[in-house]
Each structure stands twice: as structure tokens, then as C-alpha cells.
């Protein structure tokens, strides 16, 4: 080692100069001492200092590799000088070169830390003297060095120990480690959470000694490592815990041997990952799949994938009855998915859209059965990923050739209906125009007979206003279909952009209000429904020409399956609301029959065509809704437009659905008050509350309502607001003057907001469907009870 540190000390002297401070008040001795080093091939950069200012200023502003200091200064000494250079921490050799010094001051100068001292007559000594201080100082700046390494790695050591022990006690899954007597060595925290029992107090004790139930399993597993020597690996255990409350739990267990120096096995480490809740999701996994499976099974749709080849995979017994086949077996290779599509083209362009776009929905066109009838179905097709090797298609088809079917027919029928009532209003309107040009111009012809020019000008009117009739004559054979551009609308937004315009065309003599209520979107042409809205908001204009209140509504709707058997044109589901009501003159029932009629109105004629309503009513039916109209002479109207919001919102975003109430929860044994004048309403309640056990006394009106209540007493009252003779209001009145707190329940085709009802019973918006009615009268009667205990 002092040879190598010799060897870098004379590399490091032949590239680089030795800065030497010099501290000698005599320039001559200090030559010389300059001559002497040089002499023995020091390359010396030197300062010089002669007395202690210069040599202090020197320290503070730069670093030299040695001192060299007179031991005898003017007011000062060389080991003043030492103290002034170690006071500032500095580790530099100092000699002393001195002319004269006795035994017991060189002693001393050792003793205060002069690494050596020359006397001036013998200066020869000198080179040799500075050589071995440098040594000196390069072994000391080794062994520093060396030291801080060594504890530098001591304390990384002690880091890394610390962080294993860390680890080892805080690591999510359970360690332990078992002597050769099966007792625990010691284990960490989350062994002992496992066990219930704190980890400390686990050294010294078995397993049967803390959970039996685990010892029986774990047990031999230990004894097994220790004679044969092999790990264990991924074992299952089973078994309860203390902090459990002994509920069965599952474990992942490891056993790996320890062996010591001479290769014996000294213990054995046990590694525990608890699985418990992954077993769980297993389960509840296969279940999920069994599940899935039976309603694939049992799914009233064709289910099927399509392998990268184009053959059929895994094909439900439902595509097996839409094709026809008595078993899966028919549709194995050579058939091929494209052999069922009528017309291949359009089985080659759904495979191009579902690879281009992921997905394709409501794809229909025709599949050949294997008794070569046809059907015609709807494909939602969806794009699997390629890690998945067998199939690259996954499809649902729906078989809608009935539904096609009822459709056609439905639809010659509407057609035929729309061209009758078509052919009436062209009649009445363009056909009396024609006719009294063709009048007008005959007329005109026999007057102008003696004047040729005038004449022929009559004729070329007349032979245009033919033209005209026959153009007429051929309308009447035609039914042009409406085309739309569906797209995901925000109902409010159109009310809020139609609001301005609005207001330029409804007379400062009627308040114009709009109430929006949040709404999921619609798939909708938004031109469309702001048409819907329009004629609504003018029709409503029209019907108030004194003035009045128009007020704009939106709102959630769902409609259930119960309302749909008393409407069977409407669909259940999720529909957004559109309601348009007026304070205006109102219409009677007749009016009400015929008011989506085209060309009928019951304005004077030329105020009007007869096709606004007419054409809100089909663009709402060609949307997928329908629309209902609630009017009473004098009552002002009120039209509520429901339109289905878009399927896919349907199915990401819509709100968490109140659970119904069951059958059993809304029966009753009470005498209910029911007063309907619209006869078909009113039988729906009757039937629906009868059906559930209630007594219902039935009356047309508020008169007959009374008169029933004579002998009756009822638990409840159900009144529609607006009734010929004697209205909902003041039947309630009289009905509460009679029996005092008598729980009234208000219908109306009206919204609240429009009528400004302020009555103290509920209140239930037509349509209403029997369940949310059966659901408002039992929580109704229960609130009673609650409120008016029995004395």
C-alpha cells in the first residue's frame, strides 16, 4: 500500500507544481531554501510570507500543499503559525526551518503537531523531510477516506437491514418462520392479524397453540419440508381466524426450506397470501357465467360469433330456430355465415362497416332458411379484439319479420286514411280555387270573343288551370314519406333557441313562460322537433285572442308496462315530455277526436290550413313517441308530446331507477271516492283499484260524487279538477265541510304549474299509468292512518 501511495505521491508531483507557503522574514535563507528544493527536482510555486499579516492573508486566499515556517520571528514564532493553521481546520504538513533549536523545543514542536524541523545547516535534509510529510499526508488522507467509505457502507448496511425489516413486517401477505420443533421463530403483522394475535407474543408457540383449525393443515406440510427437504409451493388452505369472527377463510401457502452453513435445515420460511376474496369473485364468476350462458340459451335473439374463416361459432338455440335447423350441427364447415344472407353484397358490406367502425347496429336484411322461406332480421354486430384467436365477430339477430309485417299492413292503412282525409282538404281548398279560375276564365273568354288577342289569353289561362286540376287529380294518388336527420338533441336547448323567436310572434297580450326541468338527450331531427313545437306554441297563440298564459314545459317521463295495456300504441320506457298549454277558449270532445286530423280545424275558414297539429302529430309518431291533448271548453288546452330519448343514453346514463312496489304493498280493503267524466279513464282507475281490493264508488262528476257520499262514507276522495256541473275544487270542499279530514287526491291532464292549483289534496298528472296511481293512493291512505291515529 505505501509503495502504491509513493508511487501516485511522484505522479502527482511530475504533473503538478508543489505550492509551498514559506513563512521567513530573511529573503536569503528564503532562496535558499527555494535552491534546495529545486535542486532535488521540486517544482516548487511558492508563496512568501515575512510576517504573521502576510501569512494570515495568504492562508484566507489560497490552498497550498505544505508550510514551511522560521521557527524564530519578529514578535512571532513558527508554532504560532501552526496554531493559526490548524484553528482553520486545515490538515497541511508543516516543517519548521529554523537556525538554531534546542532538544526540549523540538519536542515540543513535535508535540503541538510540526510534522518535522531542519535546521538551516542542514538544509540538505530538507527535500527528504517534505517527501515523507507529504506521505504522511497522503496516508492520512487515505485512511480518512477509507474510513468515511467504511461507514458510509456500514450505514447503507444498516439502511438496507432497517428497509428488509420493514418489509418483513409490513409486507401484505403473511411470513413466518418455524424451528425444527414446529414452533413459531417469528412472524410479521400480517400473519399475525391473520391469527389475531400480536406478533411478539407468537415466538415459542405452535400453530395449534393459536388457531387449531389452521394447525391441521399446516402441520404436516412443515414436517414434509423438514424430512425430504424440498419447498412446497401454492398450496390451498383452509381454516378460520380469531379477527374473522370465524368466518372461513383461504389461504395460498409456501413452504421453502433454511439450511445453515453446513447445509442442515434449520427452519423453514412460510409465505401466506390470503385469497379469500379472489375465491369469492371465482365463484361469483362462474355463477356470472352460468347465468350468462342460460340467457344466451334461453335469449329470444339469434346469438352467434363468426370465426375469422366466416363460419359459425357457438350458435344459440334461437339462430337455430330463425334458420330453420334441427341442430347446431347443420351450421358446422363447409356452411359458411354468408350463405344465409339473401343477398351476399350486404353480408360483405356489414363486415367491412363492424371492422371499419367496431360495431354495427340495426342492420336488417334477409336470411334464407334451410326450408328455403325467408325472414328478415336485425343485426347488431360487434368486432372482437385479436387477442381473441377463434372468432373475429360476435352477432345478435333479431328476428323482425312479423314485426315487418304488421308494419306494411299498418302502414297501407295509415297511408290509404292520410290520402282520404289528403283528398277531402285538397278538394275543399285547391280544387275551389281551380274551379273558380276555369269559371272565371271561361267567362272571361265568352265576353272577349270579338276581341281575338284577349280571347286567346283567356284560353291559355284556361289551359293552365286545367293543368293544374289534373296535378291536383294526381296528388291525391301520392303520399310523399318525410325524411330525417337524426341526432342527439337536447330538448331544452330547442325550446331556449325557439324562446326568442317566439316572442316576436306571440302578442304582447299573452305571457309567454317556460319551465325546463333536466332531460337525458334525444336521438331526434332537430328541425323536426322545433316544427313540434311551433305549430304547438301557434296553435296555442291562435286559440287565446284576448290574450291569456301560454307556458312551456319539459320534462322525465317513464312509462311502464301497466300503462301500456290501456295504450297499446305507446312503448314502454324512458320518454322525455314536451307539453304546450294555453288559458285560451279550449275544445269539446268532438273537437278533441278530430284535432289531429289534416286539414281539420275549427278556426274560420282561411285562418288557418288544418295542418299544424296534424303535422306535429306525425312527426312525434315518426320519432317513436306519441302525444296526448287535454282541453275543456273554456279551460284552455294542454298538448304533451312524449319523445323517446336516445337507446344508448338509455342504456350508460340513466338515472337508478326507485325499486316498484309490489303487488301486495299497494292492495287495500278501503271505500274510495272516485269522480272521472272521461268514461275511459275513469274505468281504467275503477278496474285498477277494484283489482287491488279497494271498494270504489264511481260518479261522472262532482254532483254524482255527493250524492254517492250521502250513504257512504269514504276513506278517500279521487277527483279529476275540471268536470262538467260541478268541478274537482268544489267537490273536494264540500266533501271535506262534510267528513272534515278527508284525504283528497286531484287529477288533471293539466299541469299543476298551468292551473295554479293550490288545493290541499295531492295532486296526479294524466296519463297516469294504474301503477303510479295504486302506489300515490296506499301512500295516501297510510299517511292518513299515521297522521290520524285511531282513538
Not at 332480421?377 to 368486432?383: E, F, M
Not at 299497494?666 to 283499484?689: F, P
Request: net charge negative; glycine share 6%; hydrophobic share 40%.
Amino acid at each position: 500500500m505505501k509503495s502504491i501511495l509513493l508511487e501516485e505521491l511522484r505522479r502527482s508531483e511530475s504533473t503538478k507544481p508543489l505550492r509551498l507557503l514559506l513563512l521567513e522574514n530573511a529573503i536569503q535563507d528564503a532562496e535558499l531554501t527555494l535552491l534546495e528544493l529545486k535542486a532535488s527536482g521540486f517544482d516548487v510555486e511558492c508563496t512568501i510570507a515575512q510576517d504573521r499579516e502576510e501569512f494570515l492573508a495568504a492562508l484566507e486566499s489560497a490552498k497550498f500543499d505544505a508550510v514551511l515556517a522560521d521557527y524564530r520571528l519578529p514578535n512571532w514564532t513558527g508554532l504560532d503559525a501552526l496554531k493559526e493553521v490548524r484553528d482553520r481546520g486545515k490538515d497541511i504538513p508543516f516543517l519548521l526551518v529554523t537556525g538554531t533549536l534546542g532538544e526540549e523545543a523540538a519536542v515540543e514542536c513535535i508535540k503541538q503537531g510540526v510534522n518535522d524541523y531542519i535546521l538551516k545547516e542542514h538544509l540538505n535534509r530538507l527535500p527528504s523531510a517534505l517527501k515523507r510529510a507529504m506521505q504522511e499526508k497522503s496516508l492520512r488522507d487515505e485512511n480518512a477516506r477509507a474510513h468515511q467509505a467504511l461507514g458510509e457502507s456500514e450505514a447503507r448496511a444498516r439502511e438496507q437491514f432497517a428497509e428488509l425489516e420493514q418489509i418483513y413486517r409490513t409486507a401484505p401477505i403473511g411470513l413466518a418462520v418455524y424451528g425444527p420443533d414446529l414452533r413459531y421463530l417469528r412472524v410479521n403483522e400480517q400473519l399475525a392479524r391473520f391469527n389475531g394475535l400480536q406478533a411478539e407474543r407468537h415466538r415459542g408457540l405452535m400453530t395449534r397453540d393459536v388457531n387449531p383449525d389452521v394447525a391441521k393443515a399446516v402441520e404436516p406440510y412443515l414436517r414434509r419440508v423438514f424430512s425430504r427437504g424440498e419447498s412446497i409451493l401454492n398450496v390451498e388452505i383452509q381454516g378460520t381466524t380469531q379477527s374473522q369472527s370465524g368466518a372461513p377463510r383461504t389461504w395460498l401457502a409456501s413452504f421453502h426450506p433454511l439450511r445453515g452453513d453446513s447445509g442442515v435445515i434449520t427452519a423453514i420460511s412460510v409465505v401466506v397470501l390470503e385469497i379469500t376474496e379472489r375465491k369469492r369473485a371465482e365463484a361469483a364468476l362462474s355463477l356470472s357465467e352460468a347465468r350468462n350462458r342460460q340467457l344466451v340459451e334461453h335469449s329470444v335473439y339469434g346469438i352467434f360469433r363468426i370465426s375469422r374463416e366466416g363460419c359459425f361459432l357457438d350458435p344459440n338455440p334461437a339462430l337455430l330456430r330463425i334458420l330453420g335447423c334441427g341442430s347446431a350441427e347443420e351450421l358446422d364447415p363447409p356452411a359458411v355465415v354468408g350463405d344465409v344472407f339473401r343477398y351476399p353484397t350486404e353480408y360483405a358490406e356489414c363486415m367491412a362497416a363492424c371492422q371499419g367502425e367496431g360495431k354495427v347496429h340495426s342492420a336488417e336484411t334477409q336470411w334464407r332458411r334451410r326450408d328455403g322461406g325467408m325472414v328478415v332480421v336485425r343485426l347488431h354486430l360487434r368486432g372482437l379484439s385479436a387477442a381473441d384467436l377463434t372468432a373475429s365477430t360476435e352477432v345478435m339477430a333479431e328476428d323482425v319479420t312479423a314485426v315487418r309485417a304488421t308494419e306494411r299492413q299498418l302502414h297501407e292503412s295509415q297511408k290509404f286514411e292520410a290520402i282520404g282525409q289528403l283528398a277531402g282538404g285538397i278538394a275543399h281548398d285547391f280544387n275551389n280555387v281551380v274551379g273558380a279560375i276555369l269559371g272565371w276564365a271561361e267567362l272571361g273568354f265568352d265576353q272577349a270573343r270579338s276581341y281575338p288577342e284577349i280571347a286567346e289569353r283567356f284560353v291559355r289561362i284556361r289551359e293552365q288551370a286545367e293543368r293544374a286540376a289534373a296535378l291536383t287529380r294526381k296528388l291525391l294518388a301520392f303520399a310523399r314519406r318525410q325524411i330525417l336527420q337524426p341526432r342527439s338533441v337536447d330538448l331544452n336547448a330547442v325550446t331556449s333557441d325557439l324562446t326568442s323567436f317566439l316572442d316576436k310572434v306571440i302578442p304582447k297580450n299573452i305571457e309567454l313562460k317556460v319551465i325546463n326541468a333536466p332531460l337525458d338527450p334525444l336521438k331526434a331531427d332537430p328541425a323536426q322537433i322545433e316544427q313540434v313545437l311551433m305549430n304547438l306554441c301557434l296553435n296555442a297563440r291562435d286559440a287565446m285572442p284576448k290574450g291569456g298564459r301560454l307556458l312551456i314545459e319539459t320534462e322525465m317521463a317513464d312509462i311502464d308496462e301497466s300503462y301500456c295495456r290501456f295504450y297499446p300504441y305507446v312503448t314502454a320506457g324512458r320518454y322525455a315530455v314536451l307539453s304546450v298549454s294555453d288559458t285560451g277558449v279550449g275544445m269539446d270532445a268532438d273537437m278533441r277526436e278530430h284535432v289531429f286530423e289534416p286539414f281539420f280545424s275549427h278556426k274560420e275558414p282561411g285562418k288557418n290550413s288544418g295542418m299544424g297539429l296534424a303535422t306535429a302529430y306525425g312527426i312525434v309518431k315518426q320519432h317513436g313517441g306519441f302525444i296526448h291533448v287535454y282541453s275543456e271548453v273554456g279551460q284552455g288546452t294542454l298538448f304533451r308530446a312524449y319523445l323517446p330519448i336516445a337507446s344508448d343514453h338509455l342504456l350508460e346514463a340513466s338515472p337508478a331507477r326507485t325499486r316498484a312496489a309490489s303487488f301486495s304493498e299497494v292492495r287495500g280493503t278501503e271505500t274510495l271516492l272516485l269522480a272521472e267524466d272521461h268514461d275511459a279513464i275513469r274505468e281504467m282507475a275503477r278496474q285498477t283499484l277494484v283489482n287491488l281490493g279497494y271498494r270504489v264508488l264511481s260518479a261522472v262528476d262532482g254532483e254524482e260524487a255527493l250524492r254517492l257520499c250521502e250513504s257512504e262514507a269514504p276513506a278517500m276522495a279521487i277527483l279529476d279538477l275540471v268536470m262538467p256541473r260541478l268541478g274537482g275544487q268544489e267537490a273536494a270542499a264540500k266533501l271535506v265541510e262534510r267528513f272534515g279530514r278527508l284525504p283528497i287526491l286531484f287529477t288533471s291532464g293539466y299541469s299543476q304549474e298551468s292551473r295554479g292549483l293550490e288545493a290541499t289534496g295531492r295532486y296526479l298528472q294524466k296519463p297516469y299509468s294504474p301503477s303510479s296511481l295504486s302506489r300515490l293512493v296506499r301512500e295516501i291512505l297510510d299517511h292518513a292512518k299515521i297522521a290520524s291515529p285511531p282513538s
